[in-house]
């Protein structure tokens, strides 16, 4: 079978290898569709460390069963999302629901954990969610980002979301508009997005963003008090991962505000301490998503409360995976926003 390998920085290779079998307990899944996460990109150019080479990226999936072990549970032919963090479920992690931290196993197509960017998979049962035949395969493969922006939306109460007369969401690539959109599915009111790309910020106001900042066109900061008439924001939610945006994402608060991190791209940066402390902020950290919130996202995308069609930008036979990741290298105007892989 043809699988895509990442083999070195800003490298790409297609190979061919072997069908992986399913064996007891596991299924054979056949690759359908596949997302391009900004930490494929990222870790394509180098940027990271968060992928090893030589190996197979990829953890947005969706595909189909072409095998199934004896006494399964899911049937061959059945439509199916793959949640892609291992996990143990017998830890103390596990039993608080917190499988995205469970230390039993890293996220498939991360390091050197081989993932999804292939015609066949092997699964074991407990990872496998069916989906409707009335979502595309690539629709179903948004579950996995959609579920990212659902953890950190769900890290704010209803309360909060009610009170806010202003919220910040800064960075309007994949997960950030889904955020957008799940804030404005909760009932916040005054949704404004920061990104450094005008295309993105159209999509931005495509999601239900309420004002949108172009964070190279002036002060920053005296954007977000000219929209909130002073006030700033009552809660932020980060979604870059750079020492800046950190920044940017406290700056905007105002006494008593809340900032949400999603974004990993930078392992460490210089925050204002005594902003934090003598203005009583909260920071609260997000790392990628339970098995109940993968669930539910997912059972959003079926139900149609989430329209993820305005991000869907790009398609790529898994054949030219390599051209893909050329192409992202030079996506400057971030005119590219979800590209994907498919496999007929």
């Known amino acids: 079978m043809k699988a895509l390998y990442y083999v070195g920085e800003k490298s790409m290779e297609m190979r061919d290898i072997p069908v992986p079998t399913a064996g ?42 072409a095998e199934a072990p004896a006494a399964a549970k899911h049937a061959v032919g059945t439509r199916v999302v793959i949640f892609p963090k291992p996990f143990c479920g017998e830890c ?22 081989d993932g999804s960017m292939t015609e066949f998979v092997a699964v074991e049962e407990k ?39 202003h919220c910040l969401v800064i960075g309007a690539g994949t997960i950030g508009l889904l955020v957008v959109a799940l804030l404005k599915l909760r009932g916040a009111k005054h949704v404004i997005v920061a990104d450094a790309t005008d295309f993105r910020l159209g999509v931005a106001r495509t999601m239900g963003a309420d004002a949108t900042i172009n964070s190279r066109a002036g002060d ?48 460490l940066v210089e925050v204002n301490m005594q902003k934090i402390v003598t203005t009583e902020l909260t920071i609260k950290g997000n790392y990628v998503y339970d098995f109940a919130g993968f669930e539910a ?20 036979p898994l054949a030219d995976g390599v051209q893909a990741f050329r192409d992202l290298e030079n996506n400057r105007e971030g005119k590219m926003l979800k590209v994907f892989l498919e496999n007929a």
């Open 24 to 65: 007891p307990g596991r299924y054979l899944v056949k690759v359908r569709a596949n997302g391009i996460c900004g930490s494929d990109v990222e870790g394509y150019l180098g940027k990271t460390g968060r992928r090893l080479a030589p190996m197979i990226m990829g953890h947005e999936v969706a595909g189909v069963i």
């Open 92 to 113: 103390e992690f596990c039993k608080k629901g917190m499988v995205n931290v469970c230390p039993s196993g890293i996220c498939m197509g991360v390091l050197d954990q």
């Open 127 to 165: 990872y496998l969610i069916p989906f409707a035949d009335t979502l595309s395969f690539s629709e179903a493969a948004m579950t996995e980002p959609l579920a990212v922006a659902y953890r950190s939306v769900q890290k704010l109460s209803d309360q909060e979301i009610a009170e806010a007369a």
């Open 220 to 267: 920053f900061i005296e954007a977000v008090k000219t929209l909130t008439d002073g006030r700033l924001c009552d809660f932020s939610i980060e979604a870059v991962g750079i020492g800046a945006t950190a920044a940017n994402s406290l700056d905007c608060l105002r006494i008593g505000g809340t900032a949400v991190w999603i974004g990993n791209a930078q392992k």
């Open 297 to 316: 996202s997912l059972k959003l995308l079926e139900q149609g409360r989430i329209d993820v069609s305005p991000l869907m930008t790009n398609v790529y």
